[in-house]
C-alpha cells in the first residue's frame, strides 16, 4: 500500500497534467474583432482624456532599424479596433460614451497595418516592395493592401524624391489573434527583414 503523501503527490501530478493538456488545446481569442461595451467605454474616456498622447500611441509603432535609406528608418504603425476607437473619440465633438456604445458595439472591426518602407534612393514604382504577415506559421491575407510612394519628410516645404514605399494593409479582425505576429519585408534590391511585434502588450 503506497505512503499517503505518494498517493498525493499523483494526484496533484495527474491534475497538472490535464490542466495543461486543457490550456494547450484552448485556442487563442481572436483580437477583440467586437469590442464589448467596456471595451469601447474605455477606449472612449480614454481618448476623451489626451488618448492621443505621444506616450500612448508609441506603444503601437515599430521601428525597424536593420531597413533604413540614410535617416530614414522604416517604421510599421499597428491599428487595432481599440485605438481606432481611441482615435475616433478623440476627435468627436459633443459625443457621449453611449454614442461611441452604439456606434462601435457589435460592429466588425478592422486591424490595420501602415508601414513606411524606407530602403533606397529613388525608389521604384509601388507594389515593388513585397510584404507578408505571418502568425502562427500561417500567412495572412489582407482584406485590402494600398501602396504609395514614401518619401521622408525633411520639412512641410520639402519635395523629395521617394526613397521608400508606403502600405497601408487592412485584415479582418478575426482572422488575428494575440500571438506574435511576424512581418516579413523584401525589397527589389535585394533586402531582407523579420520582425516580430507582441500583441499581447496592446489592446
Given amino acids: 500500500m503506497p505512503a499517503p503523501h505518494s498517493f498525493v503527490h499523483e494526484r496533484i501530478y495527474s491534475a497538472l497534467i490535464v490542466l495543461l493538456g486543457l490550456s494547450l488545446a484552448v485556442p487563442v481569442p481572436a483580437y477583440d474583432s467586437y469590442l464589448s461595451e467596456q471595451d469601447i467605454r ?23 532599424p536593420d ?6 528608418t522604416t517604421e ?15 476627435k468627436a465633438r459633443n459625443y457621449s460614451a453611449q454614442d461611441a456604445v452604439k456606434a462601435f458595439q457589435d460592429k466588425p472591426m ?12 529613388e525608389a521604384p514604382p509601388p507594389e515593388s516592395v513585397k510584404i507578408k504577415v505571418i502568425q502562427n506559421k500561417k500567412q495572412l491575407v ?4 494600398k501602396r504609395l510612394f514614401y518619401a521622408e519628410p525633411a520639412s512641410e516645404l520639402s519635395d523629395l ?13 478575426q482572422t488575428i489573434d494575440s500571438s506574435p505576429l511576424t512581418i516579413q ?3 527589389p534590391d535585394g533586402q531582407h527583414c523579420t520582425t516580430d ?3 499581447q502588450a496592446i489592446r
Fill in 76 to 90: 510599421i504603425r499597428l491599428e487595432t479596433p481599440f485605438l481606432q476607437v481611441v482615435n475616433y473619440t478623440a
Fill in 110 to 121: 478592422k486591424f490595420r497595418l501602415f508601414l513606411n518602407v524606407c530602403y533606397m534612393r
Fill in 185 to 187: 519585408i523584401d525589397t
Fill in 161 to 173: 524624391a521617394p526613397n521608400g514605399e508606403r502600405a497601408q494593409m487592412e485584415f479582418d479582425a
Fill in 142 to 145: 489582407p482584406a485590402s493592401d
Fill in 42 to 64: 474605455d477606449a472612449y474616456f480614454l481618448g476623451t482624456r489626451g488618448g492621443l498622447a505621444p506616450q500612448f500611441l508609441a506603444q503601437y509603432s515599430h521601428w525597424v
Fill in 67 to 72: 531597413l533604413h535609406q540614410g535617416t530614414c
Fill in 197 to 199: 511585434l507582441d500583441l
